[in-house]
C-alpha cells in the first residue's frame, strides 16, 4: 500500500513569488492535514480538509491557502513568500478526522531566499 | 496553558537500557494519543497509537495511558543506537470544532549511546 506522496519534495523560491505544494493521501484516507516545521517553533498545524472542505485552520495569514479534491489529493499554497517561510511542510492523512492513525509524506523543503 | 507538554530533553541512556518518555495533555477531550519518531531532516514516523487506559505493547515499544491523569508514556526497552531521535507526542480530539488535527507536544530527543 503506497504511503502519503508529498511533491515536489525540494523547493528553492525568491521573495514574493509563489509556491503549491501537493500531497496524495494514501488510498481510502479522507483527512489530510498540513504542517509547517521549523527548528524554533516546532509542528505549527496549518489546516485540515476533509470531503473537500477545510474543517479547521491554524493560525497562519492569509497568504497560505489550501483546497482538497475530490479524490482526497490536497494542495496547499502559499502567496507572496518571506525569507520566514523556509521551513519543512509536512502533509498527513487519516482515514477519519477521529480515532484513526495519521501518517506523515516525505514532507517538501521550502527554501526562500 | 499548551495542549501537549513533553518531559524536557535531551535524554540519554546507554544501549540496552530502557528509555522512558513523558506526556502530558491539557484537554479532556483528548481521546486518541500518538507517538512520532522522527530523525534528524526527515519527516514524522509514527511508531505507537493508544486508545484506552493502560498499556499497549509493540515490540520493544509500550505506550501507557492515564486518562484520569491525562498522561500519555512511551518506554522504549533494549534501546539500540538506532533508537536516538526526537519523540514526539501527539493527540487528537473527538469533540469540538477541532477534529482531524493533531496537537503535537515540543518532542523529547533522545540519544541511546553504544
Known amino acids: 500500500k503506497a504511503g502519503v506522496t508529498q511533491t515536489p519534495r525540494y523547493l528553492i523560491k525568491t521573495r514574493g513569488q509563489q509556491v503549491t505544494l501537493s500531497c496524495s493521501p494514501i488510498?481510502?484516507?479522507?483527512?489530510v492535514s498540513w504542517y509547517q516545521q521549523t527548528p524554533g517553533q516546532g509542528l505549527q498545524f496549518l489546516f485540515e480538509?476533509?470531503?473537500?472542505?477545510?474543517?479547521n485552520k491554524g493560525n497562519f495569514p492569509g497568504r497560505f491557502s489550501g483546497r482538497q479534491f475530490s479524490n482526497s489529493r490536497s494542495e496547499m499554497n502559499v502567496s507572496t513568500l518571506e525569507l520566514g517561510d523556509s521551513a519543512l511542510y509536512l502533509c498527513?492523512?487519516?482515514?477519519?478526522?477521529?480515532?484513526?492513525?495519521?501518517?506523515f509524506g516525505q514532507g517538501t523543503r521550502l527554501t526562500v531566499v | 496553558q499548551k495542549e501537549v507538554e513533553q518531559n524536557s530533553g535531551p535524554l540519554s541512556v546507554p544501549e540496552g537500557a530502557i528509555a522512558s518518555l513523558n506526556c502530558t495533555y491539557s484537554d479532556r477531550v483528548s481521546q486518541s494519543f500518538f507517538w512520532y519518531r522522527q530523525y534528524s531532516g526527515k519527516s514524522p514516523e509514527l511508531i505507537m497509537s493508544i486508545y484506552s487506559n493502560g498499556d499497549k505493547e509493540d515490540g520493544r515499544f509500550t505506550a501507557q495511558l492515564n486518562k484520569a491523569s491525562q498522561y500519555v508514556s512511551l518506554l522504549i526497552r533494549d534501546s539500540q543506537p538506532s533508537d536516538s531521535a526526537t519523540y514526539l507526542c501527539a493527540v487528537k480530539k473527538n469533540r469540538g470544532s477541532t477534529l482531524g488535527r493533531l496537537y503535537f507536544g515540543r518532542g523529547t530527543q533522545l540519544t541511546v549511546w553504544p
Open positions: 480538509y476533509f470531503s473537500e472542505t477545510q474543517r
Open positions: 488510498s481510502g484516507h479522507r483527512s
Open positions: 498527513a492523512s487519516s482515514l477519519e478526522q477521529t480515532n484513526t492513525e495519521a501518517f
